[in-house]
C-alpha cells in the first residue's frame, strides 16, 4: 500500500492529471511501464505545457499591451466610466 501511494505521489508530482496517474499505474501493474513507454508519456506531457506556456505568454502579452494602453490612451474624465479594455474592442485592435 505504501508502495502505491509513494508511487502516486510521484507521478502527480510531474504534474499529471488523476486520469493521466491511473494510466500509468495501470502501466505499472501490466509491466508496461518501460522507460521507453514512460518517457514517451512524459515527452507528450512536455510538449503539452511548452504550449501553455506560448498561451501564457500571448496572454501576458496581451495584457500587459492592454495595460499600457490604458494608461497612455484611457483619460476618462469621469472615474465611473468603464474601461475600454473591458467593454470595447477598441483597444484590441490597438494591440
Not at 33 to 47: F, L, Y
Not at 48 to 64: C, G, N, S
Not at 82 to 89: G, H, K, Q
Amino acid at each position: 500500500m505504501a508502495e502505491r501511494l509513494f508511487q502516486i505521489k510521484r507521478i502527480k508530482s510531474f504534474g499529471f492529471t488523476l486520469n493521466e496517474t491511473a494510466d500509468f499505474l495501470t502501466m505499472i501493474e501490466n509491466k508496461e511501464a518501460s522507460c521507453g513507454n514512460v518517457s514517451a508519456k512524459i515527452s507528450e506531457k512536455i510538449s503539452l505545457i511548452d504550449q501553455k506556456i506560448m498561451q501564457l505568454i500571448e496572454l501576458r502579452t496581451l495584457m500587459q499591451s492592454g495595460v499600457q494602453n490604458c494608461l497612455t490612451c484611457c483619460t476618462p474624465e469621469d472615474d465611473r466610466e468603464n474601461c475600454p479594455m473591458l467593454t470595447t474592442d477598441l483597444i484590441s485592435e490597438r494591440m
